[in-house]
């Protein structure tokens, strides 16, 4: 059972550039969300599905967007990289109260 | 004032020792609570959640004092295993999409 599989795992960008960081969930878990761990910070939500096509805003949306066209895929695109969006991005579904990790993506944008 | 509060510590302790973190939170609305482990840059799990009349697992019990807005963790007979960061989440909103993360607390346990 892979759980949350996340890629890549590492990345650098250009400032300006585009990519999408890709998240996919085999536990059929209607809510996904997508996270970014600053160093020394908590976790801060980006954006949120509570199922296919239905999406919604977090915490800290801008710079970002996300799409969510199937159940187990939430992918999440940076349009024009900043240093400001140097972090580390988690992944994660939801059952119940439990949410499940991916393994993490670190990105850092020069 | 942060939503959710921890000390970042570490925390150093010998192993076999009793060590407690308290979390603090400022949304007195806050409906449930949670406190996950992460390890050096590895993705957060659930240790435990936290129900209002203490619970407890093993040798981890955590507490919830609703009246001065904490929740606290203890480990008894510590593992070096334990070496971790402990983040204290809470969830200020229904439905579990409004969950706020601490920054953690880091717990070193030594031989």
């Known amino acids: 059972n892979a759980g949350v599989t996340q890629t890549p795992k590492f990345r650098i960008l250009k400032i300006g550039q585009s990519m999408t960081l890709q998240c996919t969930q085999d536990m059929n878990h209607n809510y996904m969300y997508w996270y970014r761990q600053d160093p020394g910070m908590g976790l801060k939500l980006i954006y949120y599905s509570v199922g296919a096509g239905i999406t919604d805003k977090g915490e800290v949306p801008n710079g970002y967007n996300v799409s969510r066209s199937t159940t187990e895929d939430f992918p999440l695109r940076l349009e024009l990289a900043a240093p400001s969006q140097t972090s580390v991005y988690f992944c994660a579904s939801r059952i119940n109260e439990k949410l499940f990790f991916g393994s993490g993506t670190q990105l850092s944008v020069l | ?111």
């Open chain 2, 1 to 111: 004032r942060k939503e959710v509060e921890q000390d970042p510590g570490p925390f150093n302790v010998p192993e076999g020792a009793t060590v407690a973190f308290n979390c603090t939170y400022s949304n007195s609305a806050s409906q449930s609570f949670f406190w996950y482990r992460q390890d050096c840059r590895k993705e957060p799990k659930l240790l435990m959640s936290v129900y209002s009349s203490g619970n407890e697992d093993g040798r981890f019990t955590a507490q919830l004092n609703r009246a001065s807005q904490y929740i606290s963790l203890l480990i008894r007979d510590s593992k070096l295993s334990d070496s971790a960061t402990y983040l204290c989440v809470v969830n200020v909103g229904g439905g579990y999409n409004k969950l706020i993360f601490g920054a953690g607390t880091r717990l070193a346990v030594h031989p």
